[in-house]
C-alpha cells in the first residue's frame, strides 16, 4: 500500500528556517518524482514545486511564489523527500503536502500525504 | 502563474447532476490535455477523481466524468449521493514543468 506521511511542520518566526519530510512507502521511491503542495488556512490548494527522479537528473521546478526561498530534496536510500523552507513569510503559514507523480512528463498527483501544519509567526 | 476560475459553490439534490467548471487559458487549460480534479473532504488530504481531461483513476465511480472544451475544464457529478459532498479543485499543467491550480468549489448536496 502506498504511502506518504509528511513531518516537520511546527511554530516558527517569520524569517527564520524550517525543514519538511516526505517519507514513503509501498513503493519504490527512487523510480518517482515528487512534488509538495500547500493550503493555506481555509484556502485552496497550491503548486509548490517538483523534484524528478534520479533517471530524470533531479532537477527541481518551483512556484514563482516560492523560488530562491524553497527548496525540493531527495534521499532515496531512506525513500523521503524534503522541503526546506528559508526566509519564512507569514503568508507562508499552510498545511503542506506531498504527493507522488504517477509517470514522468505527468502533471498530477495520485497519491497524497495527510500534510503538516507549518504555522510562521510575525 | 494566475489560478484557474472556478465557481465558489455548487449544488444539487441527492440523484441530480452538477457541473463544476474551471476557467483557464491557452497557456494551461486550453493549451494541454493534462487537467485533473481532486475532491477534499473537511480535514482530509485531496483525493485525484480525473486526470489527463477525462480519465478516472481505478476505484473512482463512473458518475465522476471530465471533459473540456477550449480554455475551459468541467467535471460531472450524475447521480449525487451525500459523500460527494466535498470540495472539489481542478488543476492543469502550466507550461514550463508547472501547476496551477484552481480555487476550488464548494458542492452541497441538498
Known amino acids: 500500500e502506498v504511502q506518504l506521511v509528511e513531518s516537520g511542520g511546527g511554530l516558527v518566526q517569520a524569517g527564520r528556517s524550517l525543514r519538511v519530510s516526505c517519507t514513503a512507502s509501498?513503493?519504490?521511491?527512487?523510480?518517482?518524482?515528487m512534488s509538495w503542495l500547500r493550503q493555506a488556512p481555509g484556502k485552496g490548494l497550491e503548486w509548490v514545486g517538483f523534484?524528478?527522479?534520479?533517471?530524470?537528473?533531479?532537477?527541481?521546478e518551483y512556484a514563482a511564489s516560492v523560488e530562491g526561498r524553497f527548496t525540493i530534496s531527495r534521499d532515496d536510500s531512506k525513500s523521503i523527500a524534503y522541503l526546506q523552507l528559508n526566509s519564512l513569510k507569514t503568508e507562508d503559514t499552510a498545511v503542506y503536502y506531498c504527493?507522488?507523480?504517477?509517470?514522468?512528463?505527468?502533471?498530477?498527483?495520485?497519491?497524497w500525504g495527510r500534510g503538516t501544519l507549518v504555522t510562521v509567526s510575525s | 502563474q494566475s489560478a484557474l476560475t472556478q465557481p465558489p459553490s455548487a449544488s444539487g439534490s441527492p440523484g441530480q447532476s452538477v457541473t463544476i467548471s474551471c476557467t483557464g487559458t491557452?497557456?494551461?487549460?486550453?493549451?494541454?490535455?493534462?487537467v485533473s480534479w481532486y475532491q477534499q473532504h473537511p480535514g482530509k488530504a485531496p483525493k485525484l477523481m480525473i486526470y489527463?481531461?477525462?480519465k478516472r483513476p481505478s476505484g473512482v465511480p463512473d458518475r465522476f466524468s471530465g471533459s473540456k472544451s477550449g480554455n475551459t475544464a468541467s467535471l460531472t457529478v450524475s447521480g449525487l449521493q451525500a459523500e460527494d459532498e466535498a470540495d472539489y479543485y481542478c488543476?492543469?499543467?502550466?507550461?514550463?514543468?508547472?501547476?496551477?491550480f484552481g480555487g476550488g468549489t464548494k458542492l452541497t448536496v441538498l
Open positions: 504527493g507522488r507523480v504517477p509517470r514522468p512528463n505527468k502533471y498530477y498527483f495520485n497519491y
Open positions: 509501498g513503493f519504490n521511491f527512487g523510480d518517482y518524482a
Open positions: 523534484i524528478k527522479s534520479r533517471t530524470y537528473g533531479a532537477t527541481t
Open positions: 491557452s497557456s494551461d487549460v486550453g493549451g494541454y490535455n493534462y
Open positions: 489527463e481531461v477525462t
Open positions: 488543476s492543469s499543467y502550466a507550461g514550463s514543468d508547472s501547476v496551477v
